[in-house]
């Protein structure tokens, strides 16, 4: 059973930082892509950032140039560097992992809430 075990989220000013992590309860290195999502209230799941088993990156607008995502399979992690955090940034943060093949395994995190507010 693949569970995804998401930490580091809580309460932080405009501007400031946090760094989001995500467990995952095997190997990490078995899974095609991570990535970070969230949902605000009301509003649609929208992807923040994934990565592949090779290294590439991609990340949806909103984090583009703000938000750095990296895995560290020796520990079954990734994680989102989230930087000069703006109050449209607070939402539920999920991690994401997938792995392809005639069928495809796509796993979800319970979240991690995030809010920005001063």
């Known amino acids: 059973q693949v569970q995804l075990v998401e930490s580091g989220g809580g309460l932080v000013q405009p501007g400031g930082s946090l760094r989001l992590s995500c467990l995952a309860s095997?190997?990490?290195?078995?899974?095609?892509?991570m990535g970070w999502y969230r949902q605000a209230p009301g509003k649609q799941r929208e992807l923040v950032a994934r990565?592949?088993?090779?290294?590439?990156?991609n990340y949806g607008d909103s984090a583009k140039g703000r938000f750095t995502i990296s895995r560290d399979n020796a520990k079954n992690t990734v994680y989102l560097q989230m930087t000069s955090l703006k109050p449209e940034d607070t939402a539920l943060y999920y991690c994401?992992?997938?792995?392809?093949?005639?069928?495809?395994?796509?796993?979800w995190g319970q979240g991690t809430q995030v809010t920005v507010s001063s």
């Open positions: 994401n992992a997938v792995r392809y093949g005639l069928v495809t395994d796509n796993y």
């Open positions: 095997v190997r990490s290195s078995s899974f095609d892509v």
């Open positions: 990565i592949t088993s090779g290294g590439s990156t």
